[in-house]
C-alpha cells in the first residue's frame, strides 16, 4: 500500500511537470506567432481587391528627396547713355566688352545671373539715342552675354521707347545673343508662357512687372507686350507659373520712386503681396540708387539694385552691387534663402579719350591701390572709400 502511494505521487510529479512544460511551450509558441504577424504587417498590407503590396518598397519609392542649393548672381538697371555709346564707338563698331573686365569673373562664376535691361534695341536704322526715349546699339546685348549674365527683365518704363516695333526689335536681338528675357512680348502665347529657367535641375520661375511706360501708350490690341503691375494680373500670372510645378519663384519688380534710398509703402504693400502667393525672391529696381534688403521666413526682397552701368551723375547713381545669394531647396518642398552676400561696385569713367566707362570692384580697385598697382587716382581712391561705405549702411549687413 505504501508502496502505491508512492508510485501515485510520483506520478503526479511528472504530470505537473510536463503540464509546466506545455505551458511553456504554448507561451513560447503564441509569442513567435505574435512576432511573425507583426513582421508580416510591417511587410504587407492587404489591397481592396485582395493582393498584397510591400511597404517598405512604397517608402523607398516617396523617399524624401535630397536638398539642392544653388547661386545666384544679380545686377541692377543696365542702362546706355549717348555718352556711353559714343565712348565704345572705334572703327566703325561699337564695343562695350571693355566695360565689364573687372567683374566678368565674379558673374560668371554663379549658376546663373540676372539684371535689369532698361533700354531697347531697335536697331541702327531707328538711330541710337538717349535719354529720354533709348535705343541702344544692339552689340550692348552680346556685350551683356558675355559679362556672364544669363537672362534680363525687360518690363520697364523705358520698354516703349522705341513702340512696339522696338520690343520685337529687342527680343530678337536678346534671342541672337543667346540672353533668356521676361516681361516684354512680341504674342499672347509668349506672355502666357512662364520663363522658367533649369538651374542643377531645379525649376527656377522667372516673371517682371512695371508700375508703367512714362507715359507711352501701350497699342491697343497689344496689351499682352509688357506686364504691368496689377494685384489681380499678378496673382494671375503666379498661378500660371505654379501650375508649371516650379520650384522657386523670382520675380523683378520695376517699383518705388527715383533717387529715394528707402522704399514707400506701395513697395513694401507690393511685397507682401508676392510672398503670400508664393514668391521666394523679389528683386527691385527703378529708383536708379539702391535700397535695402531683407530676409524673413516669407522670402527675401531687395527693394532696388541701383544702377548697374548707366551715363548718369546724379548723387548715388553710380554706386550699386552685384547681389550674390546661395537659395536651397529642401527636400521637404521648402525654399530657403541661405545666404545673401554682395560685392559693392561702382561705374567708373576716366579721363581717357576712349573705353572710359568701368564697372569697377569697388573692394578690388582699393586693395590694388593700396598695393601700388594704381589704376585709379588719389581722388577716384578717397572716393571709393566714401561710396563704399554708403552702400554698406544704405544695403544692409550681408548674412
Not at 25 to 33: G, K, Q, R, Y
Not at 58 to 69: A, F, H, S
Not at 99 to 128: K, M, P, Q
Not at 198 to 203: E, H, V
Request: proline residues 2%; negative net charge; contains cysteine.
Amino acid at each position: 500500500m505504501e508502496e502505491q502511494e508512492k508510485t501515485e505521487d510520483n506520478l503526479k510529479k511528472i504530470l505537473n511537470v510536463l503540464i509546466i512544460l506545455a505551458i511553456i511551450a504554448i507561451i513560447i509558441c503564441t509569442s513567435l506567432v505574435v512576432r511573425a504577424l507583426s513582421q508580416f504587417s510591417k511587410k504587407e498590407s492587404k489591397l481592396a481587391d485582395g493582393k498584397t503590396i510591400n511597404i517598405d518598397s512604397v517608402k523607398n519609392e516617396v523617399e524624401i528627396p535630397d536638398d539642392v542649393t544653388i547661386s545666384l548672381s544679380v545686377i541692377g538697371d543696365i542702362m546706355c547713355h549717348n555718352t556711353q555709346y559714343n565712348d565704345a564707338y572705334e572703327n566703325g563698331i561699337y564695343d562695350f566688352s571693355y566695360v565689364f573686365d573687372d567683374i566678368r569673373e565674379e558673374l560668371s562664376n554663379s549658376d546663373f545671373a540676372v539684371g535689369n535691361l532698361e533700354t531697347t534695341f531697335a536697331g541702327s536704322s531707328r538711330g541710337y539715342s538717349s535719354y529720354p526715349q533709348f535705343n541702344t546699339p544692339e552689340s550692348l546685348a552680346f556685350a551683356i552675354k558675355n559679362s556672364g549674365i544669363d537672362l534680363v527683365s525687360t518690363a520697364n518704363n523705358h520698354s516703349l521707347d522705341t513702340g512696339y516695333s522696338g520690343i520685337e526689335s529687342t527680343i530678337n536681338f536678346l534671342d541672337q545673343a543667346g540672353l533668356m528675357h521676361t516681361g516684354t512680348y512680341n504674342s499672347p502665347e509668349s506672355q502666357n508662357q512662364t520663363i522658367i529657367a533649369d538651374i542643377k535641375g531645379l525649376r527656377v520661375a522667372f516673371l517682371s512687372f512695371t508700375y508703367g511706360t512714362n507715359g507711352i501708350a501701350i497699342p491697343k490690341g497689344k496689351e499682352y507686350c509688357i506686364n504691368l503691375i496689377d494685384d489681380n494680373f499678378i496673382i494671375d500670372r503666379l498661378n500660371l507659373a505654379k501650375q508649371e510645378k516650379t520650384d522657386i519663384i523670382c520675380v523683378f519688380m520695376h517699383w518705388g520712386e527715383e533717387y529715394e534710398l528707402s522704399p514707400n509703402s506701395e513697395q513694401t504693400r507690393l511685397a507682401n503681396l508676392l510672398f503670400d502667393n508664393g514668391v521666394n525672391i523679389i528683386l527691385g529696381s527703378h529708383p536708379h540708387v539702391l535700397q535695402k534688403m531683407e530676409n524673413s521666413e516669407k522670402g527675401f526682397v531687395i527693394y532696388s539694385l541701383g544702377n548697374f552701368v548707366s551715363g548718369q551723375v546724379k548723387e548715388n547713381t553710380r554706386d550699386s552691387i552685384i547681389l550674390n545669394l546661395t537659395v536651397t531647396k529642401k527636400g521637404t518642398g521648402e525654399v530657403i534663402v541661405n545666404s545673401a552676400k554682395y560685392t559693392p561696385i561702382y561705374t567708373y569713367k576716366s579721363g581717357a579719350s576712349k573705353k572710359q566707362y568701368k564697372v569697377l570692384d569697388i573692394r578690388k580697385a582699393i586693395n590694388n591701390f593700396e598695393f601700388e598697382n594704381r589704376y585709379i587716382s588719389d581722388d577716384t581712391y578717397n572716393l571709393l572709400k566714401k561710396e563704399y561705405n554708403k552702400i554698406l549702411s544704405i544695403v544692409g549687413p550681408e548674412f
